[in-house]
């Protein structure tokens, strides 16, 4: 397995649950504190402190603390790990999508051929 | 939680895995039985199916049985999800950069101004 698989594991795995998905939300709109995010997530302290170091984890934010506020931020450049991973996939299918039109219309034109 | 939300924790949760990845990426070069799907993983049968059911319950892929033989297709439609989410990210972020570069470009015509 190699980083970037362990990278892509993360940033997935961060992303696969609906308040994960709100804090990266609100985090696109500009840098919260921890309490901030808090707020809106009606679920106790230590539940929405794992969310959080999960995210970090997976890279998709960073948070630094200044006395006693702790000020998350979002990091747009771990979505490319995952926006790559797919557009590699789709370029594979869309490859074989092509490939199998292009051999519909050789059948195709022999048919018209033969109907000639 | 809506349906849509549930629909995205499955998919992203179903990609957070590098044997569930390398069986997408099979699928997207065409059908594959499971035996065929099984042989590059290096584990059990049962593991296997149960990736399978992971990818299944997300709508990634989708699988029919033909006497013996289970085939699993790609579905390419279940990428447009989270492409979507992230595209709403993006667009969130952006509108926020252009705001600040339109800002920071005011201050620094102010400072042209006044330096004049």
Chains 1, 2 share one sequence.
Request: glycine share 6%; aromatic share 4%.
């Amino acid at each position: 397995m190699t980083n970037n698989s362990v990278a892509l594991d993360r940033v997935f795995h961060a992303l696969a649950d609906p308040s994960r998905r709100a804090i990266v939300q609100r985090l696109g709109r500009g840098p919260a504190s921890v309490g901030e995010l808090a707020k809106p997530l009606a679920m106790a302290l230590p539940t929405v402190l794992q969310h959080l170091q999960v995210l970090e984890a997976s890279k998709l934010i960073r948070s630094e603390k200044a006395g006693r506020v702790r000020t998350c931020h979002l990091e747009p450049a771990a979505f490319s790990s995952i926006e790559q991973w797919i557009g590699q996939q789709r370029a594979v299918w869309e490859a074989r999508l092509d490939r199998m039109e292009a051999y519909v219309k050789t059948l195709s034109d022999k048919g018209t051929k033969h109907g000639k």
